[in-house]
């Protein structure tokens, strides 16, 4: 009748891929199905979180009257002609396994959140997730993670401390063959980077709102999600 993916983490649990018959909606599958995974949050004492469609009134209303907050704001954005992107400013390379304390501490100090596994599985899986990162004085200070597969062909998650970071990893993703326009996700109130991408020639295609039920943690820089559950 339905079914959801729901990811417990270091921090929190996130959830993500909901769904429930046709022949079944309005039947609150939906809410029995969150029900049961704001149990195993509270059980374990975790804010749960999740990347939702904001053009999506159903989702949108089954998540907020379930107690979900929707916190950040986010533009799916695409560029199907990358001539206008710049070489990125060189210090990006590929990450490695011995990039990952740097990462996940990075995510810690600009969204309050861990996830080390997830990272591990994105530097070391060979299906198609290639993962960038930016290094200042030998501290990493943005990273930016891609996946080119059938399913999916999306740049993030990612988090960087500045704006010109996220310009910079963007383009270096968007510069590698990706196989085809990957769509990624940008804070709408990181104005700078909004106006950049519209410059390159990015195309708004949906809308998508980060939502917590639990404690929010204010993001310290750029946050880049995807809409996949293992990315919230
Ligand atoms: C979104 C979806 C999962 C909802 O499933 P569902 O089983 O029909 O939802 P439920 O019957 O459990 O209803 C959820 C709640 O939202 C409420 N709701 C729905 N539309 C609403 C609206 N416009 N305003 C306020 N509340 C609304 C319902 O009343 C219900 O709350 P209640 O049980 O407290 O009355 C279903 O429509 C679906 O599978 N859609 C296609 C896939 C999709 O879009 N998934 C979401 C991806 S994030």
Redesign the pocket.
């Known amino acids: 009748m ?1 079914s959801c993916f729901y990811h417990p983490r270091e921090t929190h649990v996130s959830l ?7 022949d ?9 199905l ?1 029900e049961e995974v704001c149990r195993v949050a509270d059980a374990d004492g975790k804010p749960l979180r ?1 990347v ?2 904001a053009l ?4 949108y ?2 998540y907020t ?1 379930a107690g979900f907050v929707p916190r950040s704001f986010f533009q799916d954005m695409v560029i199907e002609d990358v001539s206008r992107v710049p070489r990125p400013a060189s210090g990006i390379r590929s990450a490695i396994l011995d990039d990952l304390p740097g990462i996940v501490a990075l995510e810690e100090r600009v969204s309050g959140i861990r996830r080390e596994k997830d990272w591990h599985y994105f530097l070391t899986d060979d299906h198609g997730w290639r993962v960038v990162v930016k290094e200042a004085g030998g501290t990493v200070n943005g990273v930016l993670a891609s996946i080119d597969h059938a399913g999916s062909r999306l740049l993030g998650p990612g988090v960087m401390v500045e704006e010109e970071t996220a310009q910079s990893l963007i383009a270096n993703q968007l510069q590698t063959d990706r196989g085809g326009n990957p769509v990624f996700l940008v804070p709408a109130t990181s104005k700078g980077l909004v106006q950049t991408m519209y410059s390159w020639g990015a195309r708004n295609c949906e809308l998508h709102v980060a939502q917590c039920r639990g404690e929010w943690v204010e993001p310290q820089g750029v946050v880049m999600p995807t ?1 996949m559950p293992e990315t919230s």
């Open positions: 339905g993500g891929i909901m769904n429930a018959h046709p079944w909606f309005g039947h609150g599958v939906a809410r029995t969150l999740l939702s469609s999506n009134l159903d989702s209303s089954l009257r809409f």
